[in-house]
C-alpha cells in the first residue's frame, strides 16, 4: 500500500500511521472517558484517562468553539494528531485519552504544544496500574 503522495517505492512506516483504531470516534467513547476519567492537566491542555481493556492506547480530541475560529480549532488538531501520531510509542498502552485543547491554546505556537503535550506523556507515563488488576466481587 503506498501512500498519497508518496512517490512510488516509498510508503510510511507502519508505526507512523493513525488509523482508526487508534482513534476514539463515538460521542459514548468520549462521554465514558470524561465521566469517569481521571484529570492531567499540563499548560494549554487538558486530558482526561480512563484504562481500556485493550493492548494500544487511543486518543480523542476535543477543541471547543470558545478556543477560536474553525481555523484555529482545525489546527490544533492538526497539531495534536501530529504530535500523537509521532510520539504514541511513549505513551502506556491500555489508556482512552481525550486531549482537551484549553482556551490558552489558540495563542501556543507548536513548540509550546510539543512542551504541553510532553507534560501529558509525562504524566500519563507516571499513572498507577492498580486498575489494570481484575476487580473484586461486589458484596452480596
Known amino acids: 500500500m503506498r501512500a498519497e503522495g508518496a512517490t512510488p517505492g516509498q510508503s510510511r512506516p507502519a508505526d507512523q500511521r493513525f488509523p482508526k483504531a487508534l482513534r476514539l470516534l463515538q460521542r459514548r467513547e ?6 469517569g476519567g ?60 481525550v486531549l482537551v485543547a484549553r482556551s490558552s491554546a489558540k495563542d501556543a505556537s507548536f513548540p509550546a504544544l510539543s512542551r504541553a503535550f510532553d507534560g501529558v506523556t509525562r504524566k500519563l507515563q507516571r499513572l498507577p496500574r492498580a486498575a489494570e488488576t481484575k476487580p473484586k466481587e461486589p458484596p452480596r
Open 30 to 35: 468520549f462521554l465514558e472517558v470524561q465521566e
Open 38 to 97: 481521571q484529570k492531567v492537566p499540563s499548560d494549554c491542555l487538558l486530558a482526561l484517562v480512563k484504562r481500556n481493556s485493550r493492548p494500544y492506547s487511543r486518543v480523542g480530541l476535543t477543541v471547543s468553539s470558545k478556543v477560536g475560529n474553525a481555523v484555529v480549532r482545525a489546527r490544533l488538531r492538526r497539531v495534536l494528531r501530529e504530535l500523537f501520531r509521532k510520539r504514541r510509542m511513549q505513551w502506556p498502552s491500555g489508556l482512552d485519552v
